[in-house]
């Protein structure tokens, strides 16, 4: 299971969030990733500067589950998408890459 204090972060592949769900290119291997509303949340998040446990208290408060299973579940999640090259996972947090707060391929609110 990935450490609670460890801080993921996606890698610099394009992206877009349509709706609540999110598609994630991986251009290098020719693949796409359609992710549902969960995962799409997860991978917003994993953007350097939130740790797991963060990642998890967000989702807690968002998604109507037990908190045990969103914590299996992310952790999961977040060991697949670090096995296929799309998240690293780092012992501190990252500054932020963009002054305005968003990711590459992240739109603002409501669009």
């Given amino acids: ?3 609670h204090s460890s801080y993921p972060c996606r890698k610099r592949v394009p992206w877009r ?3 609540t ?3 994630v290119v991986d251009v290098k291997a020719g693949l796409l990733y359609p992710l549902n509303s969960v995962g799409a949340r997860i991978w ?3 953007d350097g500067q939130r740790s797991v446990e963060e990642i998890v208290q967000y989702l807690a408060a968002e998604f109507d589950a037990d908190e045990k299973t969103i914590r299996q579940d992310a952790a999961d999640f977040l ?3 670090r ?3 799309l998240i690293s996972l ?3 947090p990252r500054p932020p890459a963009d002054p305005g707060g968003r990711g590459p391929g992240e ?3 409501g669009l």
């Fill in 79 to 81: 060991r697949e998408l």
């Fill in 44 to 46: 917003q998040l994993s």
């Fill in 21 to 23: 769900e999110a598609l």
């Fill in 1 to 3: 299971m990935e450490s």
């Fill in 83 to 85: 096995q296929r090259g």
């Fill in 107 to 109: 739109r603002g609110p």
């Fill in 17 to 19: 969030l349509l709706d």
């Fill in 90 to 92: 780092d012992d501190k």
